[in-house]
């Protein structure tokens, strides 16, 4: 538990570490831009998932004795999903002769 809270204060204070590194986002690549954007988002998808969410269903957790058991299937599910789209994408993408390179194309 300590551990846990831990990596959330780090990650929080991310945020102010680039601020003190005098990083202006007007003045970063759109590549690193894009980087920070993603990790953000991803951040805030898993809090939901694992923590928010599932705290709003308990009744989905009646076959397994500890409430931990219930939280890391479901939101691995719940994530996966995401992962499981991305991957068709770039099946197809590749079976179309566009590679994996070129995502936009």
């Known amino acids: 538990m300590i551990l ?8 929080t204070f991310c945020g102010v570490a680039l601020l ?8 970063i690549t759109p590549t690193t831009h894009g980087c920070l954007s993603g990790f953000a988002s991803g951040a805030l998808l898993a809090c939901a ?7 709003a269903m308990h009744l989905i ?26 991957f068709l994408f770039l099946l197809g993408k590749a079976r179309r002769g566009g590679g994996c390179g070129a995502l936009y194309t």
């Open 49 to 55: 998932v694992y923590l928010i969410l599932v705290e």
């Open 4 to 11: 846990s809270c831990a990596l959330v204060n780090i990650m």
């Open 20 to 27: 003190a590194c005098n990083i202006i986002p007007s003045k």
């Open 61 to 86: 957790g009646t076959a397994y004795d500890e409430e931990v058991d219930v939280i890391w299937r479901w939101g691995t599910a719940v994530l996966g999903g995401f992962l499981v789209s991305l």
